[in-house]
Antibody, heavy 124, light 107 residues
Framework: EVQLVESGGGLVQPGGSLRLSCAAS????????MTWVRQAPGKGLEWVAN????????HYVDSVKGRFTISRDNAKNSLFLQMNSLGVGDTAVYYC?????????????????WGPGTLVTVSS | DIQLTQSPSFLSASVGDRVTITCRAS??????LVWYQQKPGKAPKVLID???TLQSGVPSRFSGSGSGTEFTLTISSLQPEDSATYYC?????????FGGGTKVEIK
């Protein structure tokens, strides 16, 4: 069974940093692109970043470029999101999810499995 | 960036009704459109990929259609468990973007 479990959320002051983790199990983690998607309280979904299987290709939404870093450790089946210079607008539930892949390793941004999310609150 | 506009933002319908949600893209995205269902306090669940491909395990009352800039999600016979918020998402190009959501309420 595919499982994704986020951790590392919490309360942080504006300007602070936080590192989110996502533990993956039930599939060959190193074979899949992964993503972070966030959702502010009572709002819609916002894509944050994608990372390729080997970490050599990464994409970010403009609003987090230069502040957030997505990374992964395939040996530990883990995905990370380092978040710096946090602002109140970054308050959200952060979900990690897996991109859907077809045969031959071709993956695309259809997010087929999601974790339950971890809440990040940026407030003084 | 490609903007996705969903309509309506809220709808209330009765069990058994046919329900249609529209998603319009600001530019053509071929058929690279995904639909998700999200229930309160839960992560989204993928329903339909590539505009019309039903994902495994999703009830056949859900269907999708469209291409280019206009897409629809249809629930042929609304069930109580379909009360949720539905999002469209484009995967044609970066940045990946989502529609604003449609909340479906059961009367």
């Amino acid at each position: 069974e595919v499982q994704l479990v986020e951790s590392g959320g919490g309360l942080v002051q504006p300007g602070g940093s936080l590192r989110l983790s996502c533990a993956a199990s039930g599939f060959t983690f190193s074979s899949y692109w992964m993503t972070w998607v966030r959702q502010a309280p009572g709002k819609g979904l916002e894509w944050v970043a994608n990372i390729k299987q080997d970490g050599t290709e990464i994409h970010y939404v403009d609003s987090v470029k230069g502040r957030f870093t997505i990374s992964r450790d395939n040996a530990k089946n883990s995905l990370f999101l380092q978040m710096n210079s946090l602002g109140v607008g970054d308050t959200a539930v952060y979900y990690c999810a897996r991109l859907q892949c077809r045969g031959g390793g071709s993956c695309y941004s259809t997010f087929d499995y999601w974790g339950p999310g971890t809440l990040v609150t940026v407030s003084s | 960036d490609i903007q996705l506009t969903q309509s309506p933002s809220f709808l209330s319908a009765s069990v058994g009704d046919r329900v249609t949600i529209t998603c319009r893209a600001s530019q053509g995205i071929s058929r690279y459109l995904v639909w998700y269902q999200q229930k309160p306090g839960k992560a989204p669940k993928v329903l339909i990929d590539a505009a019309s491909t039903l994902q495994s395990g999703v009830p056949s009352r859900f269907s999708g259609s469209g291409s280019g800039t206009e897409f629809t999600l249809t629930i042929s016979s609304l069930q109580p468990e379909d009360s949720a918020t539905y999002y469209c998402q484009q995967r044609n190009s970066y940045p990946v973007t989502f529609g604003g959501g449609t909340k479906v309420e059961i009367k």
